[in-house]
């Protein structure tokens, strides 16, 4: 297994570029997909997000310095791909961010790709009502088990505030849970 | 020993990192409390991560032509404006150069101004067109009724950031 300097190496080098993107791919895509999904919920969306998400990588890794480890770096591309493009898709139905969260868990009902039960989807609604940082905090550390530093690294916030925020997430999630 | 000083008694370890990691275990736990599913309900179409790939490489091949997304149309009046200015010199350094001898600007063909700029004869650089205007600042967006859309703008980053490291702010 190579270093990750080499294989960033190996990205920028028009030679090794192509065979190392794919398997940057090939390693990346299943974690990234269920980040963003986790944020736009929709699968088609998802899937339309997570090519570009791969296409941003693509054309801008010859610029990437190294400072953070490469996940990070295409978590944060990944995350501000998703963010984009529902505040995109609020401005086209002319809607705001909230009523925007709100009609796509509502439409979960009718997505042949979500199977969740009814707690499952009140879990989602409950979700969709946390504030934007505290539904990115609460979907890493809660459904994808990552570190606090790690989240730190791509959402730009410090650790103990993350700890702050997810509490906050978990209490209010409770709240919504135990009483609608 | 004061009662206190009781918890200063040396001998009295506890385990490394357990307090860097004590309120993330605590919060864990609260979650699990409350019975919340593990399982968020998300599922995905059949042999879906086995095509992704081929389906990224034929978007990434489609976007190599690229796309331009036309903005509004302040580049269009900028460049005529600059168009303009040039021009303008143009005629002044023309009129400069001519011989007084009663003849105007207008008695010249224009057949002979570009053969008198493509003999290299007007030297104009960015600072002689800049003396013409004043120093008052010019707002862009005052050239055109609408000025610029912000779902296009934001459309063209979108689709034309290629080096996205200069929009994100590193940790």
């Given at each position: 297994?190579v270093s990750e300097?080499?294989?960033i190496?190996q990205?920028?080098e028009?030679?090794t ?12 895509k299943?974690?990234?997909y269920?980040?963003?999904r986790r944020?736009?919920l929709?699968?088609?969306d998802?899937?339309?997000?997570l090519?570009?998400?791969f296409?941003k ?5 010859d610029g990437?310095?190294g400072?953070?480890?490469?996940y990070?770096w295409?978590y944060r591309i990944a995350?501000?791909?998703a963010?984009?493009?529902l505040k995109?898709k609020?401005?086209?139905y002319s809607?705001t ?12 009902t009718a997505?042949?790709?979500?199977e969740?039960?009814e707690?499952?989807?009140k879990?989602?609604k ?9 539904r ?5 550390k809660y459904?994808?088990n990552m570190k606090?530093?790690?989240?730190s690294?791509?959402?730009?916030t410090s650790v103990?505030?993350?700890k702050?925020?997810y509490?906050h ?12 | 020993?004061?009662a206190k000083?009781l918890?200063?008694k ?5 385990p490394?990192?357990?307090f860097?990691?004590f309120?993330a ?5 609260t979650a699990?409390?409350n019975?919340?599913?593990?399982d968020d309900g ?13 389906s ?6 489609d ?9 509004a149309?302040?580049?269009k009046?900028?460049y005529t ?5 040039a021009v303008?010199?143009?005629f ?5 150069s001519?011989?007084?001898s ?13 053969v ?6 007007v030297t104009?650089?960015?600072?002689d067109?800049a003396?013409?205007?004043?120093d008052?600042?010019i707002?862009?967006?005052?050239m055109?009724?609408d ?15 290629d080096?996205?490291?200069d929009?994100?702010?590193e940790?």
């Amino acid at each position: 297994m190579v270093s990750e300097t080499t294989f960033i190496a190996q990205l920028k080098e028009k030679q090794t570029q192509e065979q190392a993107f794919g398997t940057l791919v090939s390693q990346y895509k299943e974690r990234l997909y269920w980040h963003i999904r986790r944020i736009v919920l929709n699968h088609d969306d998802t899937d339309d997000v997570l090519q570009n998400t791969f296409i941003k990588v693509y054309r801008s890794i010859d610029g990437f310095k190294g400072e953070s480890a490469l996940y990070s770096w295409m978590y944060r591309i990944a995350t501000n791909e998703a963010l984009s493009f529902l505040k995109s898709k609020a401005r086209k139905y002319s809607i705001t961010s909230e009523e925007l969260q709100n009609k796509m868990v509502e439409d979960l009902t009718a997505d042949v790709y979500f199977e969740g039960d009814e707690i499952q989807l009140k879990l989602q609604k409950a979700i969709a009502k946390l504030p934007e940082k505290q539904r990115l905090v609460f979907n890493m550390k809660y459904f994808e088990n990552m570190k606090y530093e790690d989240i730190s690294k791509i959402i730009d916030t410090s650790v103990g505030a993350l700890k702050a925020s997810y509490h906050h997430a978990v209490k209010k999630i409770e709240q919504y849970v135990t009483t609608c | 020993m004061k009662a206190k000083d009781l918890h200063k008694k040396p001998g009295f370890k506890v385990p490394e990192g357990y307090f860097d990691s004590f309120e993330a275990t605590l919060f864990e736990k609260t979650a699990q409390e409350n019975n919340l599913p593990k399982d968020d309900g998300y599922r995905i179409p059949k042999d879906y991560f086995e095509t992704f790939d081929d389906s990224l490489l034929r978007k990434l091949k489609d976007k190599k032509g690229g796309k331009l997304i036309a903005l509004a149309t302040y580049k269009k009046v900028y460049y005529t404006l600059a168009a303009a200015a040039a021009v303008l010199l143009l005629f002044i350094a023309v009129k400069n150069s001519l011989p007084a001898s009663g003849e105007s600007l207008y008695d010249i063909s224009s057949a002979d101004v570009e053969v008198y700029i493509d003999n290299g004869y007007v030297t104009l650089n960015s600072y002689d067109i800049a003396e013409v205007f004043d120093d008052t600042a010019i707002d862009i967006t005052s050239m055109t009724e609408d000025g610029i859309d912000d779902e296009n703008l934001i459309d063209y980053l979108h689709e034309n950031l290629d080096n996205y490291n200069d929009l994100m702010i590193e940790n």
